[in-house]
């Protein structure tokens, strides 16, 4: 069983489990692992202030293994995931993604895609036993900073131009002073679009500091006091994306694939009529999607988890409420550039409004609860858990999920049903137990 990689690769408090140690070694085993078929790992960061240090130690660790090196410097997730599937090479990419400042993580990408759960394996053994690969002087990497970021863009500007020509909605866009607003102006500047940038100055700290996808409040009281017809979130690394209608309300991951994937359809490129999402995609997206003649899968929750189904279902979109979508015919990972501009193109496609497209698009009472705790594996398999659950089972048309973090020390809770009292109360419920089972252990 994994002990230092998580859901999305390692994450965690910067300086307590996350060091330069670790980055080191994890640099190093890369080397170790890869050396005898890449030559070069690529290395891009988000704006947390620890972001230089941890990609400074990584590159430490595969220069001394004989792999060479290329900084990126600050770049969403996806734009690296483009240049290694481009350049058929490695690439690490330092980001928590949305998590706030204190955390930051390393994502290991191979050509493209993030690495199998047996690959995390492999190097954690060589990190955990201390197998380090010192390579002859004469054989240790080279070192250069010379961002690739605009074969990233070019595809971008390649793959919309004269898509979204006729696009006049006045946009405002949440960079979460984030890596997206390392790049936002080279692609909606240059594709014609009308748009102001907010939360784009980054100090190191206020990366999703009250901003972005996970705080969209602020953008949508900008929305409705400054009269934008559109609002358009990213998070920290931009493999996320939310949009808000012109009343500032929010438009989920859930309703961006149920509208995407109509235009989808139309247009041809929906193979076999199949939807990918989450246990934790909401019920009316199921029966929404089923109305159209759409078949929706359901994954564990993860980005990686998805884009296995989509893979082995030959899907070509699939995602998350929180608005990680992979466009599998458009990228290898979830891309929130992407998403933002197949979403402008949809609306387009359908003339319609965003609000109009989601307005057929039911919702059940849905509720969701991060609770923190000490140790959430010994939660997790407390029998009280279990037990509580089995309370809910004979309720038809009702959820209850319980899973830990991959990210950080939180348990979520999320019930659904068409009866929202029920739906609070088995949120309180598992809640107290949960809380309950904290001060226990």
């Known amino acids: 069983m994994k002990s230092l990689f998580g859901t999305d690769g390692i994450r965690d408090v910067v300086n307590e489990k996350l060091t330069c140690e670790l980055a080191m070694k994890l640099g190093n085993a890369v080397a170790n692992l890869f050396s005898n078929k890449y030559k070069k790992l690529y290395l891009a960061r988000d704006t947390r202030n620890s972001g230089k240090m941890l990609e400074l130690a990584i590159a430490s660790g595969a220069l001394a293994g004989g792999m060479n090196v290329e900084s990126c410097g600050v770049l969403t ?41 047996e690959i995390e394996e492999k190097l954690e053994e060589i990190m955990l036993g201390g197998l380090l690969k010192y390579c002859n002087y004469t054989e240790i990497g080279t070192y250069i ?12 500007l390649s793959t919309y131009n004269n898509k979204l020509s006729s ?16 790049i936002i102006d080279d692609v909606f500047g240059r594709l014609g679009l009308s748009y102001d940038v907010y939360f784009n100055t980054p100090n190191g700290l206020n990366i999703n500091d009250n901003c972005g996808s996970t705080s969209w409040k602020s953008l949508s009281n900008i929305v409705k006091e ?28 859930d309703a961006l694939i149920a509208i995407n994937a109509l235009k989808l359809k139309e247009q041809g490129r929906l193979n076999n009529n199949i939807v990918v999402t989450t246990v934790m995609s909401n019920l009316g997206l199921e029966y929404y999607l089923k109305s159209h003649g759409l078949i929706l899968l359901r994954a564990d929750v993860g980005d990686k988890y998805v884009f296995e189904l989509m893979t082995q279902k030959n899907g070509t979109i699939g995602g998350e409420q929180s608005g990680h979508i ?15 501009l197949e979403t402008l193109e949809t609306l387009k496609f359908f003339s319609k409004s965003i609000e109009d497209l989601v307005a057929e698009l039911p919702k059940f009472p849905q509720d969701l609860e991060n609770i923190t705790v000490k140790d959430k594996i010994k939660i997790m398999k407390d029998k009280r858990l279990e037990e509580l659950k089995r309370k809910y089972e004979h309720i038809d048309n009702f959820r209850v999920l319980v899973r ?18 029920i739906v609070k109360q088995c949120i309180n419920e598992f809640s107290q137990l949960i809380r309950k089972l904290d001060n226990e252990y």
């Not at 009269?227 to 991951?253: E, H, K, M, P, T």
């Open 167 to 182: 696009i006049n909605y006045k946009i405002a866009v949440d960079v979460a002073n984030g890596a997206a607003g390392a």
């Open 404 to 421: 830990p973090s991959g990210t950080e020390h939180i348990i979520r809770v999320m019930s659904e049903g068409t009866d929202k009292n």
């Open 77 to 117: 997730t996806p734009a690296l995931a483009y240049i290694t599937h481009k350049e058929r090479a490695l690439g690490i990419v330092i980001s928590a993604s949305h998590n706030p400042p204190i955390y930051n993580g390393l994502k290991v990408i191979c050509e493209g895609y993030k690495i199998s759960d």
């Open 226 to 253: 400054d009269g934008y017809d559109l609002g358009i979130l990213f998070d920290g690394d931009a493999d996320r994306c939310l949009f808000l209608d012109s009343q500032g309300n929010l438009v989920d991951g």
């Open 326 to 340: 992979i466009f599998l015919d458009r990228s290898t990972t979830g891309d929130g550039i992407i998403t933002a």
């Open 145 to 156: 900073e010379d961002s690739s970021k605009q074969e990233y863009i070019n595809y971008i």
